[in-house]
């Protein structure tokens, strides 16, 4: 069955203003995490002490972990909202299988 676009619907066209402001914070945060990274890649050349790397991997992870939720939830939010109001009943189904995966994949990333 062919997939049907939501992409001009209502819902669609009013949450692009909010799609930008999300978008720019997520790249903001991901511009940041990617100079911790960069940090921490000095500190291993560097010598530098395990823990203090450790502590800089934790909080690195942590920072990455918030893009997953921002982003989770505009999907959320968007895309699944949208699905659940007006997509079929077999759209419906596969955006939870889809949601489902993802909260599978990111369990086993948490180590839960």
Do not use: F, W, Y
Request: charged residues 35%; positive net charge; contains cysteine.
């Amino acid at each position: 069955m062919k997939k049907r676009s939501l992409v001009g619907s209502p819902a669609i066209r009013t949450a692009v203003p909010m799609r930008i402001t999300r978008d720019a914070d997520v790249i903001e945060r991901l511009r940041r995490l990617e100079g911790q990274v960069r940090g921490i890649e000095r500190m291993v050349r560097d010598g530098r002490h395990c823990v203090d790397i450790l502590t800089q991997l934790a909080a690195a992870r942590g920072a990455l972990q918030e893009v997953e939720r921002i982003l989770l939830r505009a999907h959320l939010q968007t895309c699944v909202a949208n699905v659940m109001k007006s997509g079929t009943a077999e759209q419906r189904e596969r955006t939870i299988d889809e949601i489902l995966s993802v909260l599978k994949r990111v369990e086993r990333q948490d180590g839960r």
